[in-house]
């Protein structure tokens, strides 16, 4: 028999020797028994946790039901469904995965873990959101303390009363956003990895793409499809989480305000302010008759209240720090003499977007 020559023996021996180094270290992240039941207790322990957020969210939906009984227009009760819905979907969704986890690999598994726990934490930081909220009804500024007779300028007892529910929307958004920063430094470094793996995929993929469109033999074209295809796929994901990393927590809000006025005949000069900071003209310039004058009047107080309800909801927005105003969602209105001698501005804060 041949003699195998001395340097392909040591070849071949290098080569036994790499793949034992890296089946070693493959096989030291493996889930040992010990470890597949330590996994197990920590995904109970998740399983545990994103129940009890099921029995919140039931509790706070009996919450809206008995402030709607209350008041069956309350605006935060009406218009949190939304939200509430989001939080149920999303905990459902990760209860439904973590039930089905069945974890091969230590890092992958502490990964999966520290993401769900994550999870959790977020849904439970915009249920308490919620939950504060509803205490923040829409609040009553009487027209004789926060505005002059047949004025539209807020007094300061008007922004002093304005305040008071400002501070608390505050508060409430402050603590989120405290709570969310110190969810998304852990959320960070997940991410982090996860654009690193990513990017080594992606490159390791260009890499084969070049070397198949060099070859440009007929054989590989499916292959190289495959390979684009997949190169495509891996660019939108990166793309997907590193969007996810430099996105901020915030909450934005939907800011309502109706305004009243004062069912009254005007003076000439109040009439003049009136319709010079409208830009607007009197239907009846020149009235002569009694329901060309109501007709006037009328208007007017539809102009006072509007800018009664704009000067609420501009001075809102000045006074919001912590949260931004979500534009499309603003809602001004001047109930004119809808309701006759209500001398009042009404307005709500209600959260429509919690990231």
């Known amino acids: 028999m041949k003699k195998i020559p001395k340097y392909v023996r040591l070849l071949f021996c290098a080569g036994l020797c790499i793949v034992f180094l890296q089946d070693c270290s493959s096989s030291k992240n493996l889930l040992s028994e010990q470890d597949k039941k330590t996994y197990q207790t920590k995904t109970q322990e998740q399983v545990v946790e994103m129940n009890k957020l099921d029995t919140e969210v039931d509790q706070f939906k009996n919450e809206v039901k008995t402030k709607l009984k209350e008041d069956p227009k309350n605006p935060l009760a009406l218009g949190s469904d939304s939200l509430i819905r989001e939080v149920e979907k999303s905990n459902e969704q990760n209860l439904k995965e973590i039930k089905s986890y069945q974890p091969t690999e230590k890092t992958e598994a502490e990964r999966f873990i520290k993401q769900k726990a994550?999870?959790?934490?977020?849904?439970?930081?915009?249920?308490?959101?919620?939950?504060?909220?509803?205490s923040v009804d829409s609040k009553i500024v009487q027209a004789e303390k926060s505005f002059a007779l047949g004025s539209y300028e807020l007094t300061q007892e008007g922004r002093d009363s304005i305040d008071i529910t400002i501070k608390k929307v505050e508060k409430i958004a402050q603590d989120y956003l405290q709570i969310q920063s110190e969810n998304r430094k852990l959320a960070a470094m997940i991410l982090s990895e996860d654009t690193s793996k990513i990017g080594t995929e992606i490159r390791g993929l260009k890499k084969d793409i070049g070397v198949l469109k060099k070859e440009n033999s007929e054989k590989n074209q499916k292959e190289l499809a495959g390979k684009e295809r997949e190169l495509r796929q891996k660019e939108f994901l990166w793309k997907e989480k590193n969007n996810e990393l430099n996105k901020k927590p915030d909450i934005k809000f939907r800011v309502s305000a109706m305004g009243y006025t004062d069912n009254q005949d005007f003076s000439k000069k109040t009439l003049d302010e009136i319709l010079k900071a409208t830009n607007a003209q009197l239907p009846f310039p020149s009235a002569g008759n009694e329901s060309e004058k109501v007709s006037n009047r009328k208007f007017v107080n539809q102009l006072l209240s509007q800018k009664r309800a704009e000067a609420v909801f501009y001075y809102i927005k000045s006074r919001l720090v912590y949260s931004v105003i979500e534009e499309s969602s603003r809602d001004i209105k001047g109930k004119g003499e809808e309701e006759m001698g209500k001398r009042v501005c009404k307005f709500s804060i209600i959260p429509v977007s919690i990231q």
Request: glycine residues 0%; proline residues 0%; hydrophobic residues 60%.
């Open 118 to 134: 994550l999870a959790t934490k977020r849904n439970l930081s915009m249920l308490m959101v919620l939950r504060s909220m509803i």
